[in-house]
């Protein structure tokens, strides 16, 4: 069939269907090419605590927030509709800790609170509050109490003085699925002070990492 052009004719064919090639190839980089490059360059998506110290805010009654931050290394893939899930929680028994049934994941605050978004856009970090202390009534004993979009009915999953919790943490995006669970082990013994210094002798947080929810 090609010796029914001549030489112009046949480039000119061959022009046409570069043309025709190119125009769709575009076509779907514009339609699917946020899927291609998040495949190709998916977002790399971290989770770390913001200060052991916590942050006071003046409600009715003060409230020290513990913050965590997700961190994008790759910000030119942002993690879109990306949340922070409670997918594991034990608590401390004795000597060890014992796991209780979280049913359904739950999804963690993104600051501001006010906005309570379930989904954030994360290109470069945002920060989420994982609970707070609230400073209790004069004789009262201080207690830990997470902070989700949604409380669940008959169990918020508190952690009460003079125990300790482990809340396990995964992140979720349209693009992104963390296999790795980030554990956060809260211990406090009830007491309540201004100060944030000494505020760390009664209440600790630290972080560890998990391969998988146990």
């Known amino acids: ?91 401390r028994v004795a000597d060890e800790f014992i796991r209780e049934e979280v049913t359904i994941p739950l999804n963690f605050v993104w600051a501001p609170k006010e906005i309570r978004p379930f989904e954030r856009k994360v290109i470069d970090e945002e920060v989420f509050s994982i609970g707070f202390v609230e400073k209790p009534d004069m004789n009262g004993i201080a207690e830990f109490k997470p ?29 992104y699925f963390s296999k790795q669970v980030y554990a956060f082990e809260i211990e406090l013994d009830g007491t309540w002070t201004d100060d944030p210094k000494k505020m760390k002798k009664h209440f600790n947080i630290r972080q560890f990492a998990l391969n998988k929810v146990e």
């Not at 805010?57 to 020290?64: E, I, L, S, T, W």
């Not at 979009?149 to 919790?165: E, I, K």
Request: hydrophobic content about 40%.
């Open 147 to 175: 902070e989700f979009c949604v409380t669940p009915c008959g169990h918020d999953y508190s952690t009460s003085a003079r125990h300790a919790s482990r809340y396990l943490v995964r992140i979720r995006a349209d693009n």
């Open 1 to 91: 069939m090609l010796f029914l052009f001549s030489q112009a004719e046949l480039w000119t064919v061959i022009a046409n269907w570069f043309m025709v090639g190119a125009t769709i190839i575009l076509g779907i980089i514009a339609i699917y090419g946020d899927r291609f490059r998040s495949w190709l360059l998916p977002p790399k998506l971290t989770l770390e605590l913001v200060s052991d110290e916590g942050y006071i805010v003046d409600f009715q009654k003060p409230r020290r927030y513990y913050l965590l931050r997700v961190k994008n290394s790759n910000p030119r893939s942002p993690a879109n509709n990306c949340q922070v899930l409670l997918c594991g929680f034990h608590q």
